[in-house]
């Protein structure tokens, strides 16, 4: 944090009773070629400042659309979404989406990247700079603050992603499948900065995600959501202490439970979009040794 | 290559008032930069051209970006645009002659019609092939209105803009050639057409030379810099 700098978040936790972010039945249609398509229906939540929230949910569910709708980039057709007890007006730097596709521009440097959002907020030049490197430290990454985007590995652009975002200071982060393309070790690392990065910062997160275990991981709370039309199935509150790590034994009950969730409702999709000779294959005898082609020789 | 078309001129291939050796060329294109005839063409052309080319950067982009932005202009003057792109500028002349009169605008304007249109349509795809990621993204940063077109419209057209002024110095390059062959009082295309006046062959060559040489400075020097630069930036290369 920036000494004497009290964040908005800071402000907002003083007055606790209202919560941060809530969205009150919620919907949103689409209109495509074959007709009207519901996006989501009826989402209810309240989200308490520096909550940790996860959703997870089969493609298509909507979660996606939730986080534009949270972000002002997308208006619900009903319902009512708000932010500190106001209502969403269209975008806003206090809620700050960090895309799939990370969207950071190719004709910035790093440091450049990081510092677009306080530039347009009129920042002055030797504060953007000093902001900027104060975020790219906390995300190891001031080696490379004069390096081109498209230089950088997987990993590092999540992280310049993840600088650009908090240097703007956001109360709420909103995070879409962010890790979804990286490898295995690299989400592994990331998963812990991101949960030091939370405590330090107190920002209040709303992580998609298609995997249960990164969910499980990182989230105080794990929505699972269906799908046709996008809703809240079920909440899961998560009790293990942090920080945690992807492994952990503790949370491997609540991915159990989680997954059992979301199995059903990714079963439902892939029979809508599969043949009709398709099922889940749930009793598959143990393949033997000369099946898997291992070249025993047998 | 030079050497036999200097052996071929000396046996006499040709007749020679109809095509100079190397040599004559050379010493015309020496003399001409000596006595200051070539200096003053290149200057008489360069102005018009530089006058021409940022007129038409000037408004082809303000064009292409309006056109980029706005679905009624693209609809309404876009084909337009399209349509008048395959007219060769130099058609534009007698048109600009009666508008302008015998001067130098009537010069710049042909000019102008060859680079501008380019200039636009280029822009103008740059602008609706911009990622609307990125915009999302621009919009989630706080970017509004002027800002998120000089921040990122913009600079992430830049690749389509810069593919659209390289075509369109080209074009203006021709056009201008073609205006001042066709009527010019001073420039290199009159240069050109002294020289036919005059019969003097190596005359012409030498004018030739030094378009191309002037052409190819040009395109190796600006554009080649700049699109050199903006795909390092950009990493284009490894793509």
New interface residues.
């Given amino acids: 944090m920036i000494p004497g700098y009290t964040s908005p978040s800071m402000q907002a936790a003083q007055r606790q009773a209202i919560p941060k972010l809530s969205l009150k039945h919620i919907s949103k249609n689409f209109h495509t070629k074959t007709g009207k398509f519901n996006a989501v229906e009826d989402i209810n939540l309240e989200v308490k400042a520096g909550e940790f929230i996860c959703i997870v949910g089969p493609s298509g569910c909507g979660k996606t659309t939730v986080l534009n709708i949270i972000?002002g980039?997308e208006k619900p057709d009903g319902g009512d979404a708000l932010v500190d007890g106001t209502p969403i007006k269209g975008?806003?730097?206090d809620r700050?989406?960090i895309?799939q596709?990370l969207?950071l521009?190719?004709?910035?440097t790093v440091s450049k990247n990081v510092e677009?959002?306080l530039?347009?907020?009129g920042v002055s030049k030797k504060e953007r700079q000093e902001r900027a490197m104060h975020f790219l430290k906390m995300v190891h990454l001031t080696r490379f603050s004069n390096s081109?985007?498209?230089?950088l590995s997987g990993g590092m652009k999540q992280r310049v992603a993840l600088a650009?975002a908090l240097a703007?200071n956001p109360d709420i982060l909103l995070m879409d499948e962010p890790f979804a393309a990286l490898d295995a070790q690299t989400r592994d690392i990331l998963h812990e900065e991101l949960q030091e990065i939370w405590v330090a910062t107190k920002k209040t997160i709303i992580f998609v995600t298609h995997n249960v275990r990164e969910a499980a991981c990182l989230g105080d709370r794990v929505l699972v959501f269906a799908t046709h039309p996008g809703r809240i199935k079920q909440q899961f509150q998560l009790m293990c202490t942090r920080p945690r790590h992807i492994e952990d034994p503790g949370l491997m009950v609540y991915a159990k439970a989680i997954l059992a969730e979301l199995k059903a409702e990714v079963e439902k999709v892939a029979k809508e979009e599969l043949d009709y000779d398709w099922r889940t294959v749930t009793k598959k005898p143990v393949l033997r040794l000369d099946d898997r082609n291992l070249g025993s020789g047998t | 290559m030079i050497v036999t078309w200097e052996v071929a001129h000396r046996i006499g291939l040709w007749p020679k008032f109809l095509f100079p050796s190397p040599s004559e060329v050379l010493y015309t294109l020496v003399n001409g930069f000596h006595d200051k005839s070539f200096i003053i063409g290149i200057i008489a052309s360069m102005r018009r051209i530089v006058i021409g080319y940022l007129i038409s950067l000037v408004a082809g982009l303000a064009l292409g970006l309006s056109f980029g932005r706005i679905k009624f202009l693209e609809e309404t003057l876009g084909s337009l645009a399209l349509g008048l792109q395959t007219l060769p500028s130099i058609c534009w002349l007698p048109l600009a002659l009666l508008w302008f009169g015998l001067n130098e605008s009537a010069i710049i304007f042909v000019v102008i019609m060859g680079a501008f249109l380019s200039i636009t349509i280029a822009t103008e795809s740059g602008v609706k092939n911009v990622p609307p990621l990125w915009l999302r993204a621009g919009r989630n940063m706080g970017a509004k209105g002027h800002r998120m077109l000089l921040e990122v419209i913009i600079p992430a057209a830049l690749p389509s803009i810069i593919v659209g002024m390289k075509q369109g110095w080209s074009f203006a390059w021709r056009s201008l050639m073609a205006g001042e062959l066709s009527y010019a009082s001073v420039g290199l295309g009159h240069l050109l057409t002294l020289g036919r006046e005059l019969n003097d062959m190596s005359q012409v060559l030498a004018v030739m030379i030094v378009i191309i040489i002037i052409g190819l400075l040009v395109d190796r020097i600006v554009f080649a810099n700049l699109e050199r630069g903006m795909r390092e930036r950009w990493g284009l290369e490894q793509v």
């Fill in positions: 972000a980039l975008p806003g730097t700050l989406v895309f596709d969207a521009f190719p004709w910035l677009f959002g530039r347009l907020a081109c985007i498209h230089e650009r703007i």
